[in-house]
């Protein structure tokens, strides 16, 4: 299924920073979501600033416009300030795009559980984010740390418990 | 560095200049020497260095002292040098800026570059031993010739000489010119309190002088730059002439603005109003004084500054939506425009298109895009 890009993406003046505080604003807003619905699609969980300044997301060949290092920066901020973000490293050259909280991932692998009927049961962090049986899942794929920061999320709520096995780590929910 | 001594840098008899370079900074070893940065000079029997501030400090080495020497190459924040290595002193060496030293090398630092062409030579130079071929006359401290019938060969620093004193001779009758000049100011003063104590005299004696005679007067002053003197107010409320080269002013542009739509820049009026005037030009300062002073006479005129400090005079009639509306408009027409495009369809200069454009842009109806093409502005869809 292809990517349905926004109106604004084929707006030249999008990849302009606007001066106006007011157009920045909404302008800010609508780079935010594009971003988070790209990497949703994609399903990108990291990304590095230098590469993502050559991908399509901030960079469109059909208008040749593309989002200076310095905007990405900002909507990077604006993204970090609402929780959707965080960076991997000091230089701020690589970050954590969440898309869905940890929150929210530990609440879709919760639902599936008990749906299928499986509390109390342990399982391997593999055999969530890769096992056959969580195929069709949305959280199928997911990528190890955002995994175990939803795991922990749960943790918390006391809806699971992570536990340390020989080869790695797994769950077990309540 | 003890190897130098103390030299009047003019060149002997037979001894010529080979290659000389400015901006060389000497080292002793690898200290830097107590000497500021001067001109190096190799000629056929010495090197010479000589202060480029100060000429008085001028020292010298033969070149038979010279060993050998070689390239150190340039560095980050170092220029490139030369080192020269040396023998040891003579025991009868003329005293020099260093009575000892504990390096037997030298170093020539380039700071102005010059150092291939001068190695080169150098190299020439101390393959050929031109001083050998030359008859004692000389200021070699290992000859036991006299130093008496030194003559004095004028070359090139004789030209330098010569063209020190001139410009120490054009330097001082600058200064005696100048001195007039100041007498001048002192004189100035008197007039303008001579002028003053007139202009108080006339006010007092109102009848007297015909009132003719009396605008006459004070336009004189006001063209010499002195303000009206019967009036103290400033700038604020202006002075009377400000004030009737406003009220002209007032009736002069009414035409010219409204043919380009209600607004000029500043210098635009400037230069309209001058050439209409022909003679008694109006300077920069009392136009912009006069200008001020529109809404206080409750002209149809205002002066307005942009943001961007860029002044223009524009009709009180104008309206500041009216410009957005239209300029709103007119971008949305052709899908987007840059201040030169505008400008054309508009008639109007590129600066005030600019201003209308980025004024639009700050009430949020329109949004630019940036781009290696160029500054567009396009319809806010945000």
Same mark, same amino acid.
């Given at each position: 299924m292809s990517f349905e890009w926004p109106w604004q993406y084929n707006f030249p003046p999008f990849f302009t920073l606007q001066p106006n505080v007011d157009t920045r604003q909404k302008q800010l807003a609508a780079w935010c979501s594009l971003a988070l619905s790209y990497c949703r699609h994609r399903k990108l969980y990291t990304l590095d600033v230098l590469e993502a300044q050559e991908s399509p997301l901030f960079n469109n060949k059909k208008i040749s416009r593309k989002l200076s290092v310095e905007a990405i920066q900002i909507i990077f901020e604006e993204l970090r300030k609402k929780g959707n973000l965080e960076w991997m490293d000091k230089n701020k050259s690589r970050c954590l795009i969440m898309w869905r909280r940890p929150e929210e991932w530990g609440k879709l692998i919760y639902q599936w559980v008990s749906k299928s009927g499986m509390t109390n049961s342990v399982f391997t962090l593999y055999e969530l984010s890769n096992g056959d049986d969580t &195929?069709? &899942? &949305?959280?199928?794929?997911?990528?190890e740390g955002m995994l175990l920061r939803s795991l922990q999320a749960l943790q918390t709520e006391g809806r699971a418990e992570i536990i340390t096995m020989d080869d790695g780590k797994g769950v077990k929910f309540f | 560095m003890d190897r130098f001594t103390w030299s009047n840098g003019l060149l002997e008899i037979h001894e010529t200049l080979v290659i000389q370079q400015r901006g060389v900074r000497l080292y002793d070893g690898d200290e830097k020497a107590k000497l500021e940065v001067g001109i190096v000079m190799l000629t056929t029997h010495r090197l010479i260095w000589r202060d480029q501030k100060n000429h008085e400090c001028c020292i010298s080495i033969p070149l038979s002292q010279v060993i050998f020497f070689e390239e150190q190459a340039a560095g980050i924040g170092k220029s490139a040098k030369i080192v020269v290595h040396l023998h040891a002193c003579p025991a009868n060496k003329e005293p020099g800026p260093y009575q000892q030293s504990k390096f037997s090398y030298i170093k020539l630092s380039f700071k102005e570059h010059g150092q291939i062409e001068f190695y080169r030579r150098l190299t020439e130079e101390l393959t050929q031993k031109r001083w050998e071929n030359t008859p004692a006359s000389q200021p070699i401290p290992t000859a036991t010739g006299s130093q008496a019938g030194r003559t004095r060969a004028v070359g090139i620093v004789g030209i330098e000489r010569k063209l020190e004193e001139k410009r120490k001779e054009t330097d001082k009758s600058i200064s005696e010119a100048f001195e007039d000049l100041s007498k001048l100011m002192v004189k100035a003063k008197e007039m303008v309190e001579l002028s003053r104590s007139i202009a108080n005299k006339i006010k007092d004696k109102q009848?007297?002088?015909t009132e003719d005679e009396t605008i006459r007067f004070k336009s004189y002053l006001l063209s010499m730059g002195i303000a009206d003197p019967v009036t103290r107010e400033t700038h604020g409320s202006g002075t009377h002439y400000h004030m009737q080269l406003a009220k002209q002013l007032g009736d002069m542009l009414q035409a010219p603005l409204e043919e380009r739509g209600g607004m000029m820049a500043l210098t635009e009026v400037y230069c309209l109003v001058n050439r209409a005037r022909g003679m008694e030009l109006l300077s920069p300062e009392d136009l912009v004084n006069a200008c001020k002073m529109f809404e206080s006479l409750k002209l149809p005129l205002r002066l307005r500054v942009f943001d961007s400090g860029v002044m223009v005079v524009q009709l009180q009639s104008h309206s500041e939506e009216e410009m957005i509306a239209s300029a709103l408009d007119n971008v949305s027409d052709k899908g987007s425009l840059t201040a030169e495009e505008f400008a054309k369809l508009l008639g109007l200069s590129v600066l005030l298109a600019k201003e209308r454009l980025l004024l639009a842009e700050k009430m949020g109806n329109l949004c630019r895009d940036d781009s290696v093409e160029g500054l567009r502005f396009y319809p806010n869809l945000f």
């Open positions: &195929e069709t &899942e &949305e959280f199928h794929g997911l990528e | 009848g007297n002088i």
